[in-house]
């Protein structure tokens, strides 16, 4: 597994008036800096720190995300009015339930 492959991210903050750094698998960390590049770096820095610090005391280190399988297929529970809705909509339209819903959260 390499730090390399967690999920980053830099967006502009207003609020601080710099560029935010994040990581999703690490809710906890960001790094701030008026340099988006400089923002990245860092905060890989600190991740690839924290990584090595919690192999070095046997803790769980979080698995990226894109390191991650995922089957493509998830359950959701919704309100059967809503249920029924999707039903009805999917059947006007000559369509899977599946692939309406699917449709509408690619959105």
């Known amino acids: 597994m390499s730090d390399d492959h967690y999920t980053y991210r830099v967006t502009w903050s207003p609020e601080d008036g710099e560029y935010v750094a994040t990581v999703a698998e690490f809710g906890s960390l960001s790094w701030l800096d008026a340099d988006p590049t400089v923002a990245l770096t860092k905060l890989r820095n600190v991740v690839a720190e924290v990584v090595a610090d919690l192999q070095a005391n046997g803790e769980p280190v979080p698995e990226p995300l894109a390191d991650r ?12 009015t809503l249920h029924r809705t999707l039903a009805i909509e999917a059947a006007e339209q000559g369509i899977s339930l599946n692939r309406l819903v699917s449709a509408k959260v690619a959105g």
Do not use: A
């Open 69 to 80: 399988h995922y089957s493509g297929e998830f359950r959701l529970r919704i309100p059967p």
